[in-house]
Protein backbone atom coordinates (compact mmCIF):
# COMPACT_ATOMS: atom_id res chain seq x y z
CA UNK A 1 0.00 0.00 0.00
CA UNK A 2 1.42 3.56 -1.23
CA UNK A 3 1.60 5.86 1.82
CA UNK A 4 1.42 9.60 1.24
CA UNK A 5 4.53 12.18 1.23
CA UNK A 6 2.85 14.53 3.55
CA UNK A 7 4.21 18.42 3.24
CA UNK A 8 1.68 21.17 4.79
CA UNK A 9 -1.98 21.30 4.58
CA UNK A 10 -1.14 25.33 3.46
CA UNK A 11 2.04 25.76 1.11
CA UNK A 12 3.11 28.31 0.14
CA UNK A 13 3.38 28.63 -4.00
CA UNK A 14 6.73 29.60 -4.60
CA UNK A 15 7.87 30.94 -1.51
CA UNK A 16 4.95 33.80 -0.57
CA UNK A 17 4.75 34.96 -4.25
CA UNK A 18 1.49 37.05 -3.76
CA UNK A 19 3.88 39.24 -1.56
CA UNK A 20 7.33 39.19 -3.06
CA UNK A 21 9.32 37.72 -6.26
CA UNK A 22 8.15 34.22 -6.97
CA UNK A 23 11.02 31.55 -6.79
CA UNK A 24 13.18 34.28 -4.66
CA UNK A 25 15.01 33.95 -1.32
CA UNK A 26 12.89 36.52 0.10
CA UNK A 27 10.13 34.59 -0.84
CA UNK A 28 11.07 31.66 1.07
CA UNK A 29 11.60 34.33 3.55
CA UNK A 30 8.25 36.17 3.61
CA UNK A 31 6.50 32.50 3.94
CA UNK A 32 8.38 31.42 6.59
CA UNK A 33 7.60 34.69 8.82
CA UNK A 34 3.68 34.03 8.07
CA UNK A 35 4.08 30.63 9.53
CA UNK A 36 4.32 28.38 6.12
CA UNK A 37 6.10 25.09 7.28
CA UNK A 38 6.48 24.42 3.88
CA UNK A 39 7.22 26.09 0.47
CA UNK A 40 6.80 24.61 -3.37
CA UNK A 41 9.42 25.86 -6.23
CA UNK A 42 10.06 25.46 -9.52
CA UNK A 43 13.65 24.17 -11.04
CA UNK A 44 15.08 24.17 -14.01
CA UNK A 45 18.93 24.27 -15.48
CA UNK A 46 21.19 26.50 -17.46
CA UNK A 47 23.22 25.50 -20.31
CA UNK A 48 26.01 24.34 -17.88
CA UNK A 49 23.50 22.37 -15.99
CA UNK A 50 22.90 24.28 -12.83
CA UNK A 51 19.79 24.04 -10.99
CA UNK A 52 17.87 27.41 -10.72
CA UNK A 53 14.74 27.65 -9.40
CA UNK A 54 12.62 29.61 -11.96
CA UNK A 55 9.32 28.77 -13.26
CA UNK A 56 9.05 29.94 -17.02
CA UNK A 57 11.37 28.39 -19.90
CA UNK A 58 12.01 32.17 -20.62
CA UNK A 59 13.32 34.85 -18.45
CA UNK A 60 11.34 38.21 -19.52
CA UNK A 61 8.10 37.72 -17.31
CA UNK A 62 10.10 37.20 -13.92
CA UNK A 63 13.77 38.83 -14.34
CA UNK A 64 15.51 41.69 -16.02
CA UNK A 65 17.44 39.56 -18.26
CA UNK A 66 15.38 37.92 -22.16
CA UNK A 67 15.46 34.43 -23.58
CA UNK A 68 15.52 30.90 -22.60
CA UNK A 69 16.67 30.31 -18.98
CA UNK A 70 18.51 27.01 -20.42
CA UNK A 71 20.27 29.05 -22.71
CA UNK A 72 22.45 31.11 -20.35
CA UNK A 73 25.48 29.81 -18.32
CA UNK A 74 25.35 29.48 -14.29
CA UNK A 75 27.58 32.73 -14.24
CA UNK A 76 25.02 35.02 -16.41
CA UNK A 77 22.34 33.60 -14.28
CA UNK A 78 23.83 34.55 -11.22
CA UNK A 79 23.56 38.55 -12.70
CA UNK A 80 19.98 38.45 -13.45
CA UNK A 81 17.78 39.74 -10.92
CA UNK A 82 14.07 38.59 -10.31
CA UNK A 83 11.99 41.65 -8.71
CA UNK A 84 9.14 40.96 -11.31
CA UNK A 85 7.76 44.34 -10.71
CA UNK A 86 8.49 44.89 -7.47
CA UNK A 87 10.37 47.75 -6.28
CA UNK A 88 11.20 47.18 -3.10
CA UNK A 89 12.88 43.50 -4.45
CA UNK A 90 14.86 45.33 -7.40
CA UNK A 91 18.38 43.96 -6.59
CA UNK A 92 16.96 40.11 -5.51
CA UNK A 93 18.90 37.51 -7.01
CA UNK A 94 17.67 35.02 -9.31
CA UNK A 95 18.29 31.70 -6.88
CA UNK A 96 20.62 28.56 -7.70
CA UNK A 97 18.33 25.84 -6.13
CA UNK A 98 21.66 25.10 -3.96
CA UNK A 99 21.33 28.37 -2.40
CA UNK A 100 17.25 27.96 -1.89
CA UNK A 101 17.99 24.13 -0.14
CA UNK A 102 20.95 25.65 2.43
CA UNK A 103 18.09 28.55 3.23
CA UNK A 104 15.26 25.72 3.90
CA UNK A 105 17.65 23.96 5.87
CA UNK A 106 18.40 27.00 7.98
CA UNK A 107 14.93 27.54 8.06
CA UNK A 108 13.35 23.99 9.17
CA UNK A 109 11.19 24.74 6.39
CA UNK A 110 9.67 21.55 4.00
CA UNK A 111 10.17 21.71 0.07
CA UNK A 112 7.90 20.43 -2.89
CA UNK A 113 10.40 21.06 -5.66
CA UNK A 114 8.89 20.83 -9.11
CA UNK A 115 10.91 19.45 -11.57
CA UNK A 116 10.62 21.94 -14.78
CA UNK A 117 12.46 21.29 -17.51
CA UNK A 118 12.81 23.16 -20.80
CA UNK A 119 11.09 20.57 -23.14
CA UNK A 120 14.02 18.15 -24.99
CA UNK A 121 15.70 18.39 -21.38
CA UNK A 122 13.61 16.58 -18.99
CA UNK A 123 16.61 14.07 -18.21
CA UNK A 124 19.42 16.78 -17.20
CA UNK A 125 17.02 18.97 -15.60
CA UNK A 126 16.20 15.81 -13.64
CA UNK A 127 19.99 14.70 -12.78
CA UNK A 128 20.58 18.08 -11.86
CA UNK A 129 17.70 18.63 -9.13
CA UNK A 130 18.30 14.87 -7.90
CA UNK A 131 22.64 15.85 -7.53
CA UNK A 132 21.68 18.91 -5.46
CA UNK A 133 19.00 17.38 -3.23
CA UNK A 134 21.65 13.94 -2.60
CA UNK A 135 24.20 16.47 -1.52
CA UNK A 136 22.65 19.06 0.21
CA UNK A 137 19.01 17.94 1.90
CA UNK A 138 18.39 17.20 5.44
CA UNK A 139 17.01 13.57 5.98
CA UNK A 140 14.40 15.16 8.70
CA UNK A 141 13.11 17.53 6.51
CA UNK A 142 9.54 17.04 4.31
CA UNK A 143 10.82 16.59 1.11
CA UNK A 144 8.61 15.91 -2.58
CA UNK A 145 10.20 16.05 -6.16
CA UNK A 146 6.78 16.76 -8.40
CA UNK A 147 6.53 17.34 -11.77
CA UNK A 148 4.10 16.80 -14.90
CA UNK A 149 7.00 15.24 -17.17
CA UNK A 150 6.45 11.66 -16.55
CA UNK A 151 10.39 11.58 -18.33
CA UNK A 152 11.43 13.69 -15.74
CA UNK A 153 9.98 11.53 -12.55
CA UNK A 154 11.51 8.43 -14.18
CA UNK A 155 14.65 9.92 -14.07
CA UNK A 156 14.46 11.31 -10.54
CA UNK A 157 13.27 7.52 -9.60
CA UNK A 158 15.94 5.64 -11.07
CA UNK A 159 18.57 8.40 -10.08
CA UNK A 160 16.97 8.92 -6.39
CA UNK A 161 14.48 6.71 -6.12
CA UNK A 162 14.71 7.67 -1.80
CA UNK A 163 13.42 10.65 -2.54
CA UNK A 164 9.32 10.78 -2.47
CA UNK A 165 7.64 11.84 -5.65
CA UNK A 166 3.89 13.28 -7.19
CA UNK A 167 2.63 13.19 -10.49
CA UNK A 168 1.37 16.86 -11.20
CA UNK A 169 -2.18 16.79 -13.36
CA UNK A 170 -4.76 19.40 -13.92
CA UNK A 171 -7.54 17.00 -14.28
CA UNK A 172 -7.34 13.70 -13.37
CA UNK A 173 -6.56 11.11 -16.05
CA UNK A 174 -8.69 7.87 -16.05
CA UNK A 175 -4.56 5.91 -16.02
CA UNK A 176 -3.96 7.85 -12.57
CA UNK A 177 -3.48 4.48 -10.98
CA UNK A 178 -1.48 3.15 -13.40
CA UNK A 179 0.65 5.96 -14.39
CA UNK A 180 1.59 6.98 -10.50
CA UNK A 181 2.65 3.18 -9.67
CA UNK A 182 4.70 2.79 -12.87
CA UNK A 183 6.29 6.21 -11.84
CA UNK A 184 6.15 4.87 -7.93
CA UNK A 185 4.87 8.15 -7.04
CA UNK A 186 3.31 8.55 -3.55
CA UNK A 187 1.39 11.90 -4.25
CA UNK A 188 -1.16 13.16 -6.94
CA UNK A 189 -0.99 16.96 -7.09
CA UNK A 190 -4.00 18.43 -9.34
CA UNK A 191 -6.16 21.62 -9.95
CA UNK A 192 -8.25 22.55 -7.32
CA UNK A 193 -11.17 23.47 -9.12
CA UNK A 194 -11.38 20.28 -10.80
CA UNK A 195 -11.32 18.42 -7.76
CA UNK A 196 -14.75 16.54 -6.62
CA UNK A 197 -15.23 14.41 -3.51
CA UNK A 198 -15.87 11.33 -5.53
CA UNK A 199 -11.88 11.92 -6.56
CA UNK A 200 -10.66 13.02 -3.17
CA UNK A 201 -11.94 9.80 -2.06
CA UNK A 202 -10.63 7.64 -4.51
CA UNK A 203 -7.24 9.17 -4.58
CA UNK A 204 -6.59 8.96 -0.95
CA UNK A 205 -8.08 5.63 -0.52
CA UNK A 206 -5.48 3.98 -3.48
CA UNK A 207 -2.74 5.78 -0.51
CA UNK A 208 -2.07 8.37 -2.13
CA UNK A 209 -0.97 12.62 -0.92
CA UNK A 210 -3.81 14.43 -2.61
CA UNK A 211 -2.74 18.17 -2.64
CA UNK A 212 -4.41 20.88 -5.09
CA UNK A 213 -3.12 24.04 -6.47
CA UNK A 214 -3.36 26.80 -6.62
CA UNK A 215 -5.98 27.88 -3.88
CA UNK A 216 -5.95 32.08 -3.18
CA UNK A 217 -9.56 31.97 -1.19
CA UNK A 218 -9.75 30.98 2.14
CA UNK A 219 -13.37 29.29 1.65
CA UNK A 220 -12.40 27.21 -1.43
CA UNK A 221 -9.01 25.86 1.04
CA UNK A 222 -11.62 24.54 3.59
CA UNK A 223 -13.78 23.07 0.72
CA UNK A 224 -10.83 21.22 -1.01
CA UNK A 225 -9.34 20.11 2.50
CA UNK A 226 -12.82 18.76 3.64
CA UNK A 227 -13.39 16.80 0.70
CA UNK A 228 -9.81 14.65 1.96
CA UNK A 229 -7.13 16.82 0.37
CA UNK A 230 -4.08 16.52 2.31
CA UNK A 231 -3.41 20.63 1.63
CA UNK A 232 -3.15 23.51 -1.11
CA UNK A 233 -0.76 25.52 -2.46
CA UNK A 234 -1.35 29.01 -2.39
CA UNK A 235 0.02 32.12 -3.27
CA UNK A 236 -0.85 33.94 0.30
CA UNK A 237 0.05 31.41 3.08
CA UNK A 238 -0.40 34.33 5.85
CA UNK A 239 -4.00 34.71 4.64
CA UNK A 240 -4.79 31.27 4.41
CA UNK A 241 -3.27 30.22 7.71
CA UNK A 242 -5.17 32.89 9.70
CA UNK A 243 -8.29 31.67 8.23
CA UNK A 244 -8.17 28.10 9.38
CA UNK A 245 -6.93 29.59 12.41
CA UNK A 246 -9.84 31.26 12.93
Known amino acids: ?67 YLCAHTADELDKVKSSAGMAAYKDEPLPRLSAAVALLSELQMGLNLEIKPTPGLEAPTALAVCDVIRKQWPADLALVLSSFSKESLAVARDSLPGAARALIVCAVPDDWQHQTQLLQCRNLHMAAPLLDAQKAQAITEAGLGLYCFTVNDSDEAKKVLAMGAHGVFTDYPEKLLNAMQS
Do not use: Q, W, Y
Request: aromatic letters at 2%; a negative charge; one cysteine or more.
Open 1 to 67: MTEPALLADIIAHRGASGDAPENTLSAIVLAHKAGARCVELDASISSDGIAFIHHDDTLERCTNARG
